[in-house]
Structure formats: structure tokens, C-alpha cells
């Protein structure tokens, strides 16, 4: 959760400078973050960015940043059900388009939850393949535990079973593999995410306007 606590507005010879201070919660946890706004600034700040290359080492590491904060925040103050991995299957989809398979997954989301009553929430992280095909790693909610299938033993990798993994057969129609397993520790899963968000990703990912998360 979020509050925005107070702010604070004064005049200098610079001119106008703004004060906000955000208090985040993180279960039983607390974090302050201040920050100095320039409105006086802005059309100046703007430009200069816009000279930058978008990949410039300093805005990737700041977007990795902000990302990593972000799915934090989210992760921790929100409640989850399950660890999840998405795999793109070539035979239904294009694996390297990231962009179509967002715009179809939201849409796919709405239609079931009208269509289940389920009320689906996520956080997914994509991370890409060698051969550029992507998969998700995330945490989700709002499926119950039963309306989801168990592997068989005999079709998929032992050690689902052996961990007791399920899958939704609607997003394996639809989209591809998936696996679903109970989280126990909500704070290590959430910030086991984060390790996904490396340089690399992040890269090819602003390479091809693609966010570094989905939630």
C-alpha cells in the first residue's frame, strides 16, 4: 500500500520546487521515500533525455531500478496464491512476439473472467531465450487450488509431480505450458523474482519497447 503523506511547496529564485514524500508498506515493514520535484525545470529535464540514447548505461540501470521497486511493492503488499511459469507454445503462438501476446493474454483475462467468475490478478516478469522466444515467471491469484490440473507422471517432467505443481488448461489451449505451484513464503518468492530483472533482459526488452514487467 501507499500514502501519500504531505507535501510541501515553496518559491526560490530557480524557481518553484515541490516536496512528496511516499510511505510504502511491505507487510510489517515500512519504507520512507522523499523526493524534490522541479516544475521549473521540466521542459529542460525533458529535453535533455530526449538527446539520450534510450539505451544509455544510466537510464537502463535507473529503469531496472524502478522496475525492481515496483514488483517489490507489489508483490508485498498485495496477497498471491501461486508461482507461476508461462511458456509460449511455437504451434499456437508467435514466441517472439511479446507485444501480441500481452494484448491477447489481457483479453483472454477479461474473457474467462466473465466466463469463470474467477477474478485473475498477476505479476509476470518476461524473460527471453536464447533463440528470442519468451516465458513469464510471476506471482498470481484468483484461481482456486481445484480448478486447476495436476501433470501426469506419463506426458510431463517428473519433478512437477514430484512438487506437486498444477497447470490451467485454458491458458495450455490458448497459449502454451504453464505450471502453477502454492506459495509458502510470499516475501522470499517476491524477492526471488526480482532476479530475473537483469541487464541483459532489460536491454533487449527497451530494444523492443517492451516493459520489464506485466502486472
Excluded at 6 to 33: C, L, P, Q, T, W
Excluded at 98 to 122: E, P, T, V
Excluded at 151 to 164: A, C, E, I, Q, T
Aim: glycine content about 6%; overall charge positive; some cysteine.
Amino acid at each position: 500500500s501507499r500514502n501519500k503523506n504531505f507535501g510541501e511547496r515553496r518559491s526560490v529564485d530557480m524557481g518553484i520546487h515541490y516536496y512528496e514524500a511516499n510511505i510504502y508498506r511491505y507487510g510489517d515493514k515500512y519504507k520512507a521515500v522523499y523526493m524534490k520535484r522541479y516544475q521549473a525545470d521540466e521542459l529542460y529535464v525533458k529535453k535533455e533525455f530526449e538527446k539520450d540514447s534510450p539505451l544509455e548505461d544510466g537510464k537502463l540501470k535507473n529503469n531496472i531500478s524502478r522496475a525492481k521497486s515496483r514488483i517489490l511493492a507489489l508483490g508485498l503488499c498485495n496477497e498471491w496464491d501461486f508461482f507461476c511459469t508461462f511458456t509460449l507454445d511455437k504451434q499456437k503462438y508467435d514466441r517472439s512476439d511479446l507485444k501480441a501476446w500481452h494484448k491477447d493474454f489481457a483479453q483472454w483475462i477479461r474473457n474467462d473472467r466473465k466466463k469463470s467468475g474467477f477474478d485473475f490478478k498477476y505479476i509476470l516478469i518476461p524473460e527471453p531465450h536464447k533463440d528470442g522466444a519468451w516465458h513469464m515467471h510471476g506471482l498470481v491469484r484468483g484461481y482456486d487450488w481445484d480448478s486447476l490440473l495436476g501433470f501426469d507422471p506419463k506426458v510431463h517432467p517428473v519433478k512437477l509431480v514430484r512438487k506437486g505443481y498444477r497447470y490451467h488448461p485454458g491458458i495450455l489451449e490458448r497459449f502454451g505450458f504453464n505450471s502453477y505451484g502454492r506459495i509458502r513464503n510470499q516475501e522470499a518468492v517476491t524477492r526471488y523474482l526480482l532476479k530475473y530483472i537483469t541487464k541483459a533482459m532489460a536491454k533487449i526488452n527497451m530494444e523492443l519497447g517492451n516493459y520489464l514487467f506485466y502486472a
